[in-house]
């Protein structure tokens, strides 16, 4: 919405990579040939299945922002950011995640000839955010299927449409409905038909991603695949109204036979390389981003120790897109929230909201932006607006090209946030009116390092006040970062109950 590879098949490396040997080619052939879809399901310790968490056992709390949407059309499948772009996303806005487009038909432009040069390029990009403090994750973003119609996302080589015919729209998402376009996501779709290659091309594609990104310091996980149609499987009725048949209809089917098998091998295929990473998966295009219901199955994450498994669905309304207002009567919000809310209890996976947005000059869009963030606290839920690219008055993005300056949808998205809990937080949220943060967490001092709340200079350019109620001062201490806007709570001692950390405005005070 916005809207495994056959063992004999060689790998190539294109452009300025150097050419695999035939064992490795082999070894990645075996990789997906033989991912093991039957693992077991380990379950996560107490509290902790519903956050992603880093390396140290710290619970990140992720805000970001999509880069960006301008990769879809630029000739190398490359975002053209700068030292500047990432100033504005890290700094200006306290953002630590980026969700990062890459594309398949870049990445394997011929079939089994992967582009280590693209992934150079790649790298760059994850190196210039992470050098800033941001986290990545990787995206394998497609829309219409590929270039050809219209859009986005795999090679030119694995569209198997039967010669159904296409007719572009002046709409693109309508082209998702041409019988091209399902063709292709059927035979897509179809992992041990006659075209059973593709499904093995793109296991071995996020191989070779994960190879290449898996010791990256800066590379958080990988969103599987963005907004997967169900081609001949697509609910129009539910997509539109919400209303699905009591039994979820061709939506389940698609969910449950071929959308959650599909995730479980790319899981198994990517385990193979990359034990560490968190794997980000969606929900199918259409209704859940409405607010519908999603009928995934509950996926295996093969590596050693807890999962680290999310569920990354978007959230846009349909009825805001089509008219330009955000009206009272929209329910968009609180029906996504419900359903995301027991699909993840059910998944037993963190969520991530990993695309919303809309046009910011839309009537009703700071009051849309304002419920979204408020619901993300509520659940203390990560997110990635869509998107950086800079826009004009009826543009998505939160700050103009014109200007270099940002646009009203900004101050609404740049708001305090726990970037990193050192302990398990039980509650979040903030009050623009009075300007109050609150944080309610278990501390655990045996997690190395700090707290960190980000705090905007837009509210707190007079200086805060800072109080911890349930432990007295000595079991805590405070530093504040004014280059990047962070309050640092170190914790010493263990509280007995919960703690509440509050930071006011204070008018005259000096952080």
Same mark, same amino acid.
């Given at each position: ?26 070894a990645?052939a ?6 093991d ?7 996560p310790? %107490?509290? !902790?299945?519903?956050?992603?968490? =880093?390396?140290?056992? #710290?619970? /990140?709390?992720? @805000? ?9 059309s ?7 950011i ?9 700094t200006?806005?306290g ?8 594309f ?9 000839q992967?582009?280590?040069?693209y992934?150079?390029?790649v ?5 210039l ?8 994750m ?11 119609f219209?859009?986005?996302?795999a090679?030119?080589w ?12 002046s709409?693109w ?10 063709? %292709?996501? !059927?035979?897509?779709?179809?992992? =041990?038909?006659?075209? #059973?290659? /593709?499904?093995? @091309? ?17 590379v ?9 149609f ?5 609910d129009?009725?539910e ?11 061709p939506?389940?089917?698609f969910?449950?036979e071929?959308l ?6 790319l899981i198994?295929?990517i ?8 794997l980000f998966?969606?929900?199918r ?13 509950r996926?295996s994450d ?19 897109e %089509?008219k330009?207002?955000?009206q009272?009567s =929209?329910?968009?919000i ?7 809310e ?12 990993g695309?919303?947005?809309?046009a ?5 869009a700071d009051?849309?932006?304002r419920?979204?963030?408020e619901?993300a606290?509520?659940?203390?839920m ?15 993005a939160p ?9 009203p949808?900004a101050a609404?998205?740049?708001r ?10 039980t509650a ?9 943060f ?19 200079p837009?509210?707190?350019?007079d200086?805060y006040?800072l109080?911890?109620?349930g432990?007295?001062?000595q ?6 970062d ?6 640092s ?16 405005p ?5 952080p």
């Amino acid at each position: 919405m916005r809207w495994v590879l056959p063992l004999g098949l060689t790998l190539l490396v294109a452009c300025g990579g150097g050419q695999t040997t035939a064992a490795d080619a082999q070894a990645d052939a075996d990789v997906v040939a033989t991912a093991d879809v039957d693992g077991g399901v380990e379950t996560p310790p %107490a509290g !902790d299945e519903r956050f992603v968490l =880093d390396d140290d056992g #710290a619970v /990140l709390v992720l @805000h970001g922002i999509n880069v960006i949407s301008a990769a879809k059309s630029d000739p190398e499948r490359l975002a053209r950011i700068d030292a500047s772009d990432v100033q504005r996303i890290a700094t200006r806005w306290g953002f630590n995640f980026v969700r990062l487009l890459i594309f398949w038909d870049a990445l394997e432009p011929q079939p089994g000839q992967l582009d280590q040069a693209y992934l150079d390029a790649v790298a760059e990009r994850v190196d210039l955010l992470h050098a800033a403090g941001v986290w990545v994750m990787l995206d394998m973003h497609q829309d219409v299927y590929a270039a050809k119609f219209c859009c986005d996302g795999a090679p030119e080589w694995a569209i198997r449409d039967d010669g159904e015919p296409f007719e572009q729209s002046s709409q693109w998402f309508a082209n998702y409905y041409q019988p091209a376009v399902m063709r %292709a996501f !059927d035979n897509f779709w179809a992992h =041990d038909g006659p075209h #059973a290659d /593709l499904q093995q @091309h793109y296991a071995a594609a996020w191989v070779a991603v994960a190879k290449r990104f898996r010791d990256h310091p800066g590379v958080l996980g990988y969103d599987l695949m963005n907004e997967p149609f169900p081609g001949s499987h697509f609910d129009v009725l539910e997509a539109v109204t919400r209303q699905s048949p009591e039994d979820g209809g061709p939506s389940r089917q698609f969910d449950e036979e071929l959308l959650g098998p599909f995730y479980q091998r790319l899981i198994d295929a990517i385990r193979a390389v990359d034990r560490d990473g968190w794997l980000f998966f969606e929900s199918r295009y259409g209704a859940p981003g409405n607010g519908s219901p999603s009928y995934l199955p509950r996926l295996s994450d093969p590596r050693p120790g807890a999962p680290r498994l999310v569920y990354a669905p978007h959230l846009y309304s349909v009825l805001l897109e %089509a008219k330009g207002v955000y009206q009272p009567s =929209d329910t968009t919000i609180p029906a996504w929230e419900a359903e995301r809310e027991a699909e993840a209890a059910a998944l037993r996976t963190p969520v991530v909201a990993g695309e919303w947005g809309l046009a910011w000059g839309a009537d009703g869009a700071d009051r849309f932006t304002r419920e979204v963030v408020e619901m993300a606290d509520r659940q203390m839920m990560g997110w990635a607006y869509w998107s950086y690219d800079p826009s004009g008055p009826t543009g998505w993005a939160p700050w103009d090209a014109a200007t270099g300056q940002d646009n009203p949808l900004a101050a609404t998205l740049v708001r305090p946030y726990p970037r990193r809990v050192t302990g398990r937080p039980t509650a979040f949220s903030f009050a623009p009116d009075s300007r109050v943060f609150r944080l309610e967490l278990a501390p655990d001092p045996a997690i190395t390092g700090p707290t960190e709340i980000f705090l905007p200079p837009a509210v707190y350019g007079d200086g805060y006040v800072l109080s911890v109620d349930g432990l007295a001062q000595q079991g805590w201490t405070s530093a504040w970062d004014a280059a990047r806007a962070v309050l640092s709570i170190t914790w010493s001692q263990p509280a007995a109950g919960s703690v509440v950390v509050t930071v006011s405005p204070a008018a005259a005070a000096t952080p």
